[in-house]
């Protein structure tokens, strides 16, 4: 485990209306109060490059500097890695089915979390790793990770528009045009893995479009509205269409050994630029190869 000291913030103080320290500025800048709380032990801040406190006073055209040490957890591994997007806050990667997103106690090594350290090594930057969103371990597309604690944090301090859409292969013909669900998902009490829909779980939306249709499977597009786990695959269950290869949820492993699950697009404002990105990904192999069967190649390239 490795200490790194991390630049995650430089910022101008612009006109001010009364006197304000530096932890009041940090906090005008998006700095949240559990990350100034972590910068009176573990960072550094710098005003027009000399030494500063929380308490000090700054002024208009004051220049900060904020660094946070952190422990470097994840160790470098040499995985191959699909960048779609990159810049010097965040990252966009499509990953790979069967890909952890994060080690676990008993996989250490070769996670996506794991390939993002070794770009980062490789590349000679000093960033974190924070995931905007997780995706299974058996569902591909794209993870918006961002490179520091703060620029996570500002997209809910901003509340930034940010839209995720993936493609999915249902089971069955799939029972509406569109559909919106709003239908809370909590843990099955016999399993620490599966989920359920339930009275008295955490908020779950999704929006369902069904794309196409073929006697015994749908070609869907989701667009979530909340992050739970598995949700998707719950709520497709629910409607009683599990996912193609979801045996978890009721999927048969006819069409695809994997749930048909693809995270194809994100849109989203840039918490720092305020510019508005589209970033798309590819469909894998496996997905593709039932598309060209049912001829529905030309519909999905409207939406990824």
Same mark, same amino acid.
């Given at each position: ?30 700095? %949240?109060?559990?990350?100034?709380? @972590? &910068?009176?032990? !573990?960072? /550094?801040?710098?005003?027009?490059? +000399?030494? *500063? ?74 960033? %974190?790793?924070?995931?905007?969103? @997780? &995706?299974?371990? !058996?569902? /591909?597309?794209?993870?918006?990770? +961002?490179? *520091? ?86 709520? /497709? ?6 996912? *193609? ?60």
């Amino acid at each position: 485990m490795q200490e790194t000291m991390i630049p995650m913030l430089q910022f101008t103080v612009g006109p001010l209306e009364r006197p304000t320290s530096l932890a009041g500025a940090l906090r005008h800048f998006g700095i %949240s109060a559990t990350l100034r709380r @972590r &910068l009176k032990h !573990n960072g /550094s801040c710098a005003v027009n490059g +000399a030494p *500063a406190l929380l308490k000090d006073l700054v002024r208009e055209g004051d220049r900060i500097t904020v660094n946070l040490s952190i422990n470097q957890h994840i160790s470098p591994c040499p995985i191959p890695l699909d960048i779609a997007y990159e810049d010097a806050y965040l990252l966009v990667v499509n990953k790979p089915a069967g890909l952890l997103m994060h080690p676990t106690a008993a996989v250490r090594q070769n996670t996506l979390a794991n390939a993002v350290a070794f770009h980062y090594h490789e590349s000679g930057q000093q960033s %974190s790793y924070h995931p905007m969103h @997780r &995706l299974d371990k !058996n569902t /591909s597309g794209l993870c918006l990770i +961002a490179k *520091a604690p703060h620029i996570q944090y500002a997209f809910d301090r901003k509340k930034s528009f940010y839209h995720r859409t993936y493609l999915a292969i249902s089971e069955g013909r799939f029972p509406a045009k569109t559909a919106h669900i709003s239908c809370p998902i909590g843990r099955c009490s016999d399993s620490i893995i599966k989920r359920r829909t339930c009275d008295n779980g955490k908020e779950a939306v999704s929006d369902f479009t069904r794309l196409a249709a073929a006697d015994n499977c749908s070609l869907l597009s989701i667009t979530l509205h909340t992050g739970r786990t598995h949700q998707i695959r719950v709520h /497709s269950a629910y409607l009683g269409c599990p996912l *193609a290869g979801d045996d978890l949820y009721g999927g048969h492993r006819t069409l695809l050994t994997r749930q048909a699950l693809h995270a194809g697009k994100i849109e989203f404002i840039h918490p720092v630029t305020g510019n508005r990105l589209t970033v798309n990904s590819p469909l894998p192999t496996d997905i593709k190869h039932i598309i060209d069967k049912f001829g529905w190649n030309d519909i999905v390239h409207d939406y990824i």
